[in-house]
């Protein structure tokens, strides 16, 4: 089945092909088939069975209260979804269906009977004939399986009914295997991914690159479109978004005061934050009393880089489109990425200290040697002149020579913004004697 036209059933079903279908059934479950394998295996043995020129099968996230349609077949066609792929729940006959743990049956006049049971009609409107099924693992609704008809009533029966939902027990539990399986998959990426990039930033010394490799990396778990890598200013106060990446654009880095929105909270506490949808924030920031830097997000997380018990940054990961794209799961495995970012920004920055202190160490060698070989006062002076220039970056340096008393005249001698009034100097060497 792939887009195609497809036939309705017989109107009846022999006692044979309900036991082939039963086989082909457990068969399935016994092959370890991936979520699209089963999907398509399972449809297959209900057009068996009865006309599946409308079927849906829904999966039921219980914590999310969201459901996921991996398969919907509307006359005839199957229709990729897309955004309406995952829903939240919304009274529909659906939710009915998962609330109630049972199977579902409207014959004739199908609408009448949705709105004495206070359901809403949900999608295409004016179903004739409605049958709908728990998919259940032990007293667990893991999901839902329908047909139904726009243009037949009674199309569907009780034979219709008990077919469907012995189908749905054998589905249930070949879909779980494949959704645990794929969940394994995914465990065994999350390793690779951890293991990857600990080898990736061992070496690393330069922050930029830091930066890139984590991001890079982040994005084979998360959508990191957007995402950021705050870092820690202590002598300073502040923390800086070093890395910014919103909605895949990089943004200018911004700086802020020690203690200001979550990645202050973040800092300050020690501990990372995990915010399932909107509602969880705003609360959060009420309660202790900030407000939410930048555009507010349906899903947000966010981890303390810590290296050698010191915070020297933070990594979070937003979400602007789905609330409950992180989990307790997704918390931790941010917590275990962040591990070798924090060691890699931390060794990065000494590195880069290191070279700062080298270098001012190998000018102060090469001043050294230089004034070893100056052949007078006056030499001498010409190259330390030049040396601080280089040094504090300055385009007029001025030395005086005198007594204490003279040079403290001399300094008052200066306007608000310390350079000398007295005198004018362009230039690295001038050097002035106060008599």
């Known amino acids: ?35 699209e394998g089963v999907v398509e295996g399972v449809y297959r043995a209900v057009s068996r069975l009865m006309d599946t020129t409308n079927l849906y099968i829904a999966l039921y996230d219980e914590l999310k209260q969201e459901l996921f349609f991996c398969l919907d077949i509307t006359e005839g066609q199957r229709i990729e979804r897309g955004e309406r792929t995952y829903r939240k729940l919304s009274g529909g006959l659906t939710e009915y269906v998962i609330q109630t ?14 709105v004495e049971l206070g359901v809403r009609i949900l999608g295409v409107s004016g179903a004739k004939s409605w049958l709908g099924v728990p998919l259940m693992i032990g007293d667990r609704v893991t999901g839902v399986m329908t047909v139904q008809s726009y243009t037949t009533p009674n199309m569907f029966g009780e034979q219709e009914r008990d077919l469907l939902m012995t189908v749905a027990n054998q589905a249930a539990a070949a879909l779980e295997n494949a959704r645990l399986s794929a969940q394994q998959a995914r465990r065994i990426q999350e390793m690779t991914v951890l293991n990857e990039v600990g080898q990736a930033l061992a070496a690393t010394r330069d922050l930029e690159e830091v930066f890139q490799t984590a991001h ?6 998360f959508d990191a479109s957007s ?5 820690v200013d202590e002598e300073r106060g502040v923390w800086s978004s070093a890395f910014d990446i919103q909605h895949g654009e990089r943004l200018p880095s911004q700086e802020y005061p020690f203690d200001e929105g979550l990645t202050g909270y973040i800092i300050q506490e020690r501990r990372s934050l995990l915010f399932r949808n909107p509602e969880e924030e705003v609360a959060f920031c009420r309660e202790h009393g900030f407000e939410h830097l930048g555009q507010q997000a349906n899903s947000w997380m966010g981890t303390p880089l810590l ?14 489109t789905e609330a409950y794209a992180f989990d307790e ?7 275990a ?12 920055q000494l590195f880069q200290r290191l070279q700062k ?9 090469t001043l050294t040697e230089r004034i070893i070989g100056a052949a007078d006062t006056q030499a001498v002076l010409r190259i330390v002149t030049e040396e601080l220039g280089r040094l504090l970056d300055a385009k007029t340096v001025v030395m005086r020579l005198g007594t204490q008393a003279q040079l403290l005249s001399a300094l008052q001698n200066t306007d608000g913004a310390g350079s000398v009034t007295s005198a004018t100097a362009v230039g690295y060497n001038r050097v002035e004697h106060v008599e």
């Open 1 to 35: 089945m792939k887009n195609g036209i497809l036939s309705p059933r017989p109107t009846e079903t022999t006692a044979s092909t309900a036991l082939s279908v039963i086989q082909d059934m457990a068969a399935l479950t016994a092959a370890g088939l991936g979520m």
């Open 357 to 365: 202190q080298a270098l001012q160490e190998q000018r102060v060698r």
């Open 337 to 348: 990425f962040a591990i070798p970012v924090a060691n890699a920004v931390y060794n990065a």
């Open 307 to 320: 290296a050698l018990n010191r915070v020297v940054g933070v990594l979070a990961i937003e979400n602007y």
């Open 216 to 221: 890079a990396q982040l994005g084979r778990l």
């Open 101 to 114: 743990r049972a199977p579902l049956l409207l014959e004739d006049g199908a609408m009448d009977r949705m």
């Open 227 to 231: 995402f950021y890598i705050a870092l």
């Open 329 to 335: 799961h997704a918390q931790a495995l941010i917590q």
